[in-house]
């Protein structure tokens, strides 16, 4: 009768198992019981969430330098699988990947074997539900092909941390070049393992505690807490290499991301808007490097209308473009400011379309009435570049181009920092360009008297410090030539 009851006990406990809190909570219940009911001095629950991945395995009642190591437990478990004082139960027969097994050091009777069935079957039908709503948890927070976040989710994100204390947060946002043209040449199965590739490249540059998520087909974000400006731009130059080594490594269909980062350095700035920032840096940076479908028509036939002029086609965009990004960096300019110093060095003579080219090539010097048609081409070019989104961002720095330091420049007579870094750091390379090449109407000078020009000219028309990291820079390079 004693031994009924006790029977009837058991399975009224087993009965009323519930799986409350987190797996670690039910496991420590699931032992407390094994051990109570049962006499187990060692218990192992390992399961997976689905067949091809290996979930949780916890385990009780071994040795300390044992724990926390899932093979070792496999493997002790296989060995002593039929051993008196053992029970092992496959959870798979109840629809759970995973196996339930106890320990004691005498035989377990045949009642008690059948308890323990009740109890692994409870045990697989709690774990099956609990699985099922971390999987429905799971799909709706995650992108099911990569993996990574949704946008769902990385826009409660963006609500929750603006309510927190977690200043600064930076942005970095990825754009996947070319997948229309993979997808729509090779096939939606290889754009998809491009697209995991990414999710890949990404996840292995940031931190555990950093949100990586897919929020559009081929547009990816990066949300970086407690994470400064200079920090995050560390992150994208990871982010850059990390995506070059991947394409190193399948070179039939590199990989290929356009990177830009933005900063709230404190609550007053809104995080939307730094994501619209680093959305506007990554176009900037897509651009620069003429990647992807944001290379427009109307850009295209821009560059191909400069091209035609002989200060583009003897490669003075080419040569501009290298000696500013040059002075950038070594001023630190952000790579996001880089690139839009890339794409200002390209687009920078826009307004030269419309001057009669004999007034461009002429070789004699220019009539007054000459002189202002030139004059106008910093206009000029600023309102073909508003009137396209692709080059907006350059637009007013187009304009500010032939401003001087001294305030005795055109349009509008800026002086000194009233006028874009950016531009003042074209003016110089420009400048030193112009003066070291082939003209129409002068002979290139020897770049060491075009450097002492520029000295001259220091606090006048240049700016006098970026004219000292300048000339130090050719100097060193031209020391290192020779």
Excluded at 203 to 215: L, N
């Amino acid at each position: 009768m004693d031994a009924q009851l006790a029977e009837l006990a058991a399975l009224y406990e087993i009965a009323a198992f519930t799986f409350n809190g987190s797996e670690r909570d039910f496991f420590r219940e699931l032992k407390a019981k094994a051990a109570r009911l049962f006499g187990a001095g060692r218990v192992v629950l390992a399961f997976s969430e689905d067949s091809g991945r290996a979930g949780a395995c916890c385990a009780w009642g071994f040795p300390e330098q044992v724990l926390g190591e899932r093979e070792k437990f496999l493997e002790y478990v296989s060995r002593r699988r039929d051993l008196p004082g053992v029970y092992l139960r496959d959870l798979g027969e109840k629809g759970v990947s995973g196996l339930f097994f106890l320990e004691r050091k005498r035989e377990f009777a045949d009642y008690e074997r059948r308890l323990l069935d009740i109890l692994s079957g409870r045990v697989a039908e709690l774990l099956q539900g609990h699985l099922r709503e971390k999987k429905l948890v799971y799909l709706s927070t995650r992108d099911a092909l990569t993996g990574l976040y949704n946008r769902a989710f990385f826009e409660e994100e963006l609500r929750r941390l603006e309510r927190g204390r977690s200043f600064p947060v930076s942005l970095v946002m990825c754009d996947l070049d070319g997948l229309k043209v993979v997808n729509d040449t090779f096939g939606h199965e290889q754009g998809d393992e491009l697209l995991r590739r990414a999710a890949g490249v990404l996840g292995g540059c940031v931190r555990g505690s950093d949100v990586v998520a897919r929020v559009g087909g081929d547009e990816f974000v990066v949300i970086l807490p407690q994470t400064d400006r200079e920090a995050a731009e560390e992150v994208v130059q990871r982010i850059i290499e990390a995506a070059e080594r991947d394409s190193a490594l399948h070179p039939d269909f590199p990989l290929s991301l356009s990177v830009g980062a933005a900063t709230a350095e404190d609550a007053s700035r809104s995080l939307q808007e730094v994501y619209a920032e680093a959305d506007d840096a990554m176009y900037r940076n897509k651009l620069a490097r003429g990647t992807g479908h944001s290379h427009r028509a109307a850009v295209r036939a821009l560059r191909a209308a400069l091209a035609e002029k002989d200060f583009a086609a003897e490669g003075h965009t080419e040569r501009v473009k290298r000696l500013a990004c040059m002075l950038g960096e070594a001023v630190g300019l952000s790579r996001s400011d880089l690139d839009t110093l890339s794409l200002l060095a390209e687009m920078h003579d826009l307004g030269k379309l419309a001057v009669p080219e004999r007034i461009l090539f002429k070789p004699s010097k220019l009539t007054a009435e000459e002189w202002e048609e030139v004059k106008r081409h910093p206009e000029v070019g600023y309102r073909i570049a508003a009137s396209c989104p692709d080059l907006a961002p350059v637009a007013e720095l187009i304009r500010q181009h032939h401003e001087r330091w001294d305030g005795q420049g055109y349009p509008r007579g800026l002086r000194g920092e009233e006028i874009h870094i950016l531009s003042r750091i074209l003016a110089i390379a420009d400048a030193y360009d112009a003066m070291t090449s082939e003209r129409p109407h002068h002979r290139p000078l020897p770049p060491e008297e075009a450097l002492e020009e520029l000295e001259r000219c220091a606090g006048a028309q240049f700016d006098p410090r970026l004219v000292e990291v300048f000339v130090e820079l050719e100097r060193r390079g031209s020391a290192r030539r020779h």
